[in-house]
């Protein structure tokens, strides 16, 4: 089979959402050999992909009748969620790993990955929001429950978006604050906008509804908690989009 660094699932769906997932893999290409160098427990950290999103985008899509595009690259190889110009795009340490193939990676060697990964997906979501300045991205993440040394997170999920731009996250996060088992961060755990970033590239730039919703990954790393979530989330989505078009009317 042919690779592919990216997937698009459901590319004819009606809806005006888009659902995107920047990390959904934690697959290194074939033409890396296959590996980074890390052991299997690394690659199967939040270090290398972003556990459970994946699952919880798809099902997602399903529900909201919205196409899906996934990343099939781990973040590792190259982030598709950070700027072309942006210092961790080609992570050599992190969260207390390093990364052994990504050691000796240089300016040329970026470009390379850049070239095969990075922009074929970066085109995927252009084509996909292409002459469409009505469509809301909804891009979909995980955060681990603690990174090494750090306290633990006590977010359930968090909201993000820029600061000049909230009118899909405030209602979200105004119905996920009313939710009374949920505790919910706004810009949490992670700020809400990196110059560069894929939200950046595609929705703040045109003017398009956005929002990045953080489930913490424990809560989403088997196929029931990704339904679980996709299923709370999903009308609460509907609900926030009806409220932002309401505003801007």
């Not at 890390?38 to 899509?61: C, F, Q, T």
């Not at 990955?113 to 995927?124: E, G, H, I, T, V």
């Not at 299923?231 to 505003?247: I, K, S, V």
Request: net charge negative.
């Amino acid at each position: 089979m042919t690779y592919s660094p990216c997937q698009i699932i459901g590319e004819t769906r009606q809806s005006r959402f888009l659902i995107t997932c920047d990390h959904a893999a934690n697959i290194v290409p074939p033409d890396l050999g296959g590996s980074l160098g890390l052991p299997v427990s690394d690659m199967a950290r939040h270090i290398a992909y972003d556990v459970g999103a994946a699952g919880m985008a798809r099902e997602l899509g399903e529900l909201l009748d919205a196409p899906v595009v996934l990343s099939n690259f781990s973040r590792l190889v190259i982030d598709p969620n950070r700027g072309e110009d942006d210092p961790t795009l080609l992570m050599k340490l992190y969260d207390g790993s390093v990364i052994p193939g990504n050691r000796h990676a240089d300016a040329e060697e970026k470009e390379r990955r850049l070239n095969a990964y990075y922009r074929p997906y970066d085109a995927a979501l252009a084509k996909m929001v292409a002459g469409r300045d009505d469509v809301a991205i909804v891009a979909i993440h995980s955060f681990t429950p603690q990174l090494h040394g750090r306290p633990p997170r006590p977010w359930h999920v968090g909201v993000l978006h820029a600061a000049w731009d909230a009118r899909l996250s405030d209602p979200l996060i105004d119905m996920l604050e009313a939710e009374p088992d949920l505790v919910v961060g706004r810009n949490q755990p992670y700020p809400g906008h990196l110059p560069g970033d894929a939200i950046d590239r595609h929705a703040l730039g045109a003017g398009r509804l956005n929002t990045l919703i953080e489930v913490r990954n424990d809560l989403i790393e088997e196929e029931v908690g990704q339904r679980h979530w996709a299923a709370r989330l999903a009308p609460l989505l509907q609900q926030a989009l009806a409220a932002a078009t309401e505003n801007e009317e």
